[in-house]
């Protein structure tokens, strides 16, 4: 039988194998694209080494989004940072209405007075204990606005008392923490950091030496991000930043007084100051919040939030008979802030930093009269305050911070 040749099947375009040239430029193209690839990450190598240090830097915050936003606004970023915290704090506003966390405000009950019977001559100088404040919201609640001695005692007397009350009348589930200092028993200090303000090194710095512990009773966070603070640092002989004139000044002097007012007009450089940590403007002056402040101001108050968003928020001030009086808590706006500060009994008052990481009061109890104040007997302001009373102990603490300690006599 006569066999019929078969042509062979034609290859589909599946089947055929593209021409030597074409599969070397895909090959050259893929190359090309890998090696770009390579090149990049091998230059971006810095960046994402800074960025995974600070990710586990407790010194940047507690979580790992305050890292993060920390790291940015270092980078050129907070614009960034600043337009994300306007755009989450104007969507989670505080609720309206409601009652505080159980416990939030501690129920009245008897107060440790300063009347120990002591031979006259054995009670140091000291100042009468402060005045209840006067609560905002109404009706207030069992033992709003009343004083609670907190930390070690000095000679046998509290140095420090602690209130509690609600910063306005319409989000009456907001409770902010006040503490007033005795600056006749203490005696105040300014930590700075590489952080805030930069440069050093300092002699005081954080960790909080042992001696130092042996006396602490309170410490607090400064203010804010140099850069954002409109105003100047001087600490131990060196101006750090310029200051400014008109600028709301926390002032220490040598033999550990401390005030706060508008420099050049209540406070000036004289040879006794040792520090001075300026920030923003006063937000209360002749014991009232300024003329005109409005929690609408993105301008006046500094940049980092604006004011009418509500936010974890402190500051500090002063009284008529030289009290120190910090005022801290969440969900405060600059208003807010100046009120209570004012209702506190501060003449004069400054806003110091805000949000969640940096606002932080702690005082110190140890259980002996000379015992090492620590994060084990620490106790915070606010319970809701975050980054624990142990931060000051800490050599990743990078940023500036007060300290009230026993004075020497």
Not at 160 to 168: G, K, M, N
Not at 274 to 297: E, F, I, K, S
Not at 316 to 345: E, F, S
């Amino acid at each position: 039988m006569e066999q019929t040749a078969v042509s062979p099947r034609p290859l589909t375009r599946a089947h055929a194998k593209p021409p030597l040239l074409t599969r070397h430029g895909r090959w050259v193209r893929r190359h090309k694209i890998t090696s770009v690839f390579l090149l990049v990450m091998m230059l971006l190598t810095p960046v994402w080494w800074s960025l995974g240090s600070a990710l586990t830097n407790p010194g940047l915050g507690t979580s790992v989004s305050s890292r993060f936003a920390e790291w940015l606004r270092g980078h050129g970023g907070g614009s960034l940072v600043t337009w994300a915290e306007n755009t989450w704090y104007s969507h989670h506003p505080p609720p309206v209405g409601g009652k505080p966390a159980r416990g939030a405000i501690p129920s009245p009950g008897p107060t440790v007075r300063r009347t120990t019977p002591a031979p006259a001559a054995s009670v140091p100088a000291h100042l009468p204990p402060p005045a209840p404040i006067s609560p905002i919201a109404s009706p207030p609640v069992a033992g709003e606005g009343q004083w609670h001695p907190a930390g070690r005692l000095v000679h046998g007397l509290p140095a420090v008392y602690e209130a509690y009350l609600r910063p306005d009348s319409v989000h009456t589930s907001v409770v902010a923490g006040v503490a007033w200092m005795d600056t006749n028993l203490l005696s105040a200090s300014l930590y700075s950091g590489s952080t805030i303000p930069g440069g050093g090194p300092w002699a005081n710095s954080a960790p909080v030496s042992s001696q130092a512990a042996g006396k602490l009773v309170a410490a607090f966070n400064a203010g804010f991000l140099m850069p954002n603070a409109e105003g100047g640092y001087y600490t131990e002989g060196k101006t750090v930043d310029k200051l400014r004139t008109g600028a709301a000044s926390f002032v220490i002097y040598n033999n550990g007084t401390a005030t706060v007012g508008e420099w050049g007009r209540d406070v000036t450089m004289t040879p006794d100051v040792t520090a001075v940590r300026q920030n923003l403007d006063l937000v209360v002056d002749g014991g009232h919040p300024v003329p005109g402040l409005d929690a609408n101001d993105t301008t006046r108050w500094g940049f980092t939030l604006r004011n009418q968003v509500y936010v974890w928020r402190s500051g500090v001030g002063v009284t008529a008979n030289g009290a120190l009086v910090y005022v801290g808590g969440p969900d405060l706006n600059i208003t807010d802030l100046a009120d209570v500060l004012a209702r506190a009994g501060a003449v004069r008052a400054m806003e110091l930093d805000i949000n969640t990481d940096w606002v932080n009061f702690s005082t110190y109890a140890p259980s002996t009269p000379n015992g090492i104040a620590g994060s084990n007997n620490g106790t915070e302001l606010l319970t809701t305050m975050t980054g624990g009373a142990g931060r000051y102990f800490e050599s990743y603490w990078s940023r500036d911070f007060f300290t009230m300690s026993i004075r020497s006599s």
